[in-house]
């Protein structure tokens, strides 16, 4: 037998088969994580029937799996808002706090016990009327020319549809709008190199977290900051960027290479959660190239603790207590919808006629080629209605990380305040479309903003006072 008659062929033609429907809603939501419970409490609360596809076990993607938990920029009203008082509430959440950046102050959300959010969120889920669907992929749009029909599912029962009127795409990624053949562009233009950088978060325990705010006080190593005035105050309320020189003297001395110039400690329930780790130019749609950071994410993992233990007071018997069981991804794919938010927008707070949300989060980029962080805090911006929209494609809607918006204004957008506050909207207008009956693209915005009114939720810039 010669050699090319082993090798396995490029590609395979699957065979044709029917597949069952599962159930029929109003809404479908691709995606339980920061963005989809938002989307799907929301068109639950306006009477509709939502159904909710999440792969993983549990709700809330990068905020709590991710072990982000903290929102960076304020949380101004709405659901958010609604979401963050009851965790406060439960002691799932502290109080919000002014932290010092290089560009005076901004004002971060607490952040919240991520174990605390996961259960708030599928109970006000459930209390609402979502049918959550756990452990379940959607690999494909269903669509009847250019107009969604449903997705089609995947679990260990197999493939199986649900017919929905409207989607809401909240996979971070925009799965569903770019099968469907919306348009869209990867990162600042193309490869993995234009995107920013992924990471993965972990915990440590054993932190003497009062003699380490005490050492921050008195270092220029941590320039962005905030130190709570109370031991109480640690709790949630420890948050320290920096870490540059002894970071640098160290790797030198060890002749460990980590790939970050800084690294950033926040506590949450008494917990410290450490971001310290980066891996540029990974195309993560490949699946060796993603296994590959997460190998490597490991290794910084131990480099991080071992460089926290050794160099940072308060850190002496600290051990690892948790890694986030996924890759924190920060950008793929933006899709281009009827409007993008231009980093120009972003930065001068454009008015919206059809704005959705006045987002207060900071601005807050790793630069792809792995140079340092750049955290800002800056005014209010808004969001377009539009934004939401992908060209070509109707019923779908998208909210979260993968909104139109460019490179530069996803360095705010994608931060966790703007992707609920898409999330929400979202929920909101494919209620009202099929309230009104019309398409999502027609959707009256005036009522849409109306009952985002309604629930508290700043729309415009100006109206939001005090994030900076
Ligand atoms: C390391 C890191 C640190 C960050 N730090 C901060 C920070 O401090 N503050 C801040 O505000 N933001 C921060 N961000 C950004 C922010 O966390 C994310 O942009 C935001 O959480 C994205 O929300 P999302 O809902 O779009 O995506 P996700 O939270 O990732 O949710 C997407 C969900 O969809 C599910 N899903 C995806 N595809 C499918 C599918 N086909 N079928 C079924 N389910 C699917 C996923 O499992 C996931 O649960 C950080 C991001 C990273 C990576």
Redesign the pocket.
């Known amino acids: 037998m010669t050699q090319a008659m082993n090798q396995a062929p490029k590609t395979i033609t699957e065979p044709a088969r029917e597949t069952p429907l599962l159930m029929e809603t109003d809404v479908i939501v691709?995606?339980?994580?920061?963005?989809?419970p938002f989307a799907a409490i929301s068109a639950a609360r306006q009477g509709k029937r939502v159904v909710m596809?999440?792969?993983?076990g549990s709700?809330?993607?990068?905020?709590t799996?991710?072990l982000?938990?903290?929102?960076?920029?304020a949380l101004v009203g709405g659901l958010p808002l609604e979401v963050w008082n009851l965790a406060r509430s439960a002691g799932g959440a502290g109080d919000d706090y002014m932290a010092v950046v290089k560009t005076g102050g901004v004002k971060i959300a607490s952040p919240c016990d991520p174990e605390l959010m996961k259960m708030l969120l599928t109970r006000l889920c459930a209390e609402a009327g979502v049918q959550i669907l756990f452990e379940?992929?959607?690999?494909t749009p269903v669509l009847e020319g250019d107009t969604v029909k449903g997705v089609i599912?995947e679990s260990k029962t197999g493939r199986q549809f649900i017919a929905g009127q409207v989607v809401i795409d909240?996979?971070?990624?925009a799965?569903?709008a770019t099968r469907a053949g919306a348009p869209f562009v990867m990162g600042a233009g193309g490869e993995a190199r234009t995107m920013?950088p992924?990471?993965?978060?972990f915990t440590m325990d054993r932190v003497d977290l009062v003699r380490l705010a005490e050492w921050a006080k008195t270092t220029d190593d941590v320039p962005a900051r905030a130190i709570p005035a109370t031991p109480e105050g640690l709790d949630y309320g420890l948050w320290l960027t920096g870490f540059n020189q002894s970071l640098r003297s160290w790797q030198e001395k060890t002749g460990i290479q980590l790939q970050r110039d800084n690294i950033?400690l926040?506590t949450a329930d008494g917990r410290m959660y450490v971001?310290g780790?980066r891996v540029t130019d990974v195309d993560v749609f490949d699946p060796v190239q993603f296994t590959a950071a997460v190998l490597e994410c490991y290794r910084q993992i131990e480099g991080v603790a071992r460089y926290l233990r050794e160099m940072i007071p308060g850190f002496e018997n600290a051990r690892i207590e948790a890694i986030a069981p996924?890759?924190?991804?920060?950008e793929t794919r933006h899709i281009i919808g009827e409007y993008t938010l231009s980093g120009k927008d972003s930065v001068e707070g454009t008015h919206f006629d059809d704005s959705i949300a006045a987002d207060a989060?900071?601005l807050?980029i790793h630069d792809p080629k792995g140079a340092d962080v750049d955290f800002q805090g800056l005014r209010p911006y808004e969001i377009p209605y539009r934004t939401l929209l992908p060209m070509g494609v109707e019923q779908l809607l998208v909210?979260?990380?993968?909104i139109s918006a460019d490179h530069a204004a996803h360095a705010r957008s994608?931060?966790?305040?703007?992707?609920m506050a898409t999330?929400q909207a979202a929920g909101i207008a494919a209620a009202v479309a099929i309230d009104r009956g019309v398409n999502v693209r027609q959707v009256p915005v005036d009522v849409v903003q109306q009952k985002l009114r309604e629930l508290g939720m700043p729309l415009h810039g100006e109206e939001v006072k005090g994030t900076m």
Do not use: H, W
Request: aromatic share 4%; charged share 15%.
């Open positions: 691709v995606g339980g994580g920061t963005t989809g596809i999440e792969r993983f709700l809330g993607g990068n905020l799996l991710g982000n938990t903290k929102p960076s920029g379940t992929v959607v690999s599912v909240c996979s971070a990624d799965d569903i920013q992924v990471s993965m978060y950033t926040k971001n780790t996924v890759l924190g991804v920060r989060s900071a807050d909210a979260g990380r993968c994608r931060n966790m305040p703007a992707c999330g």
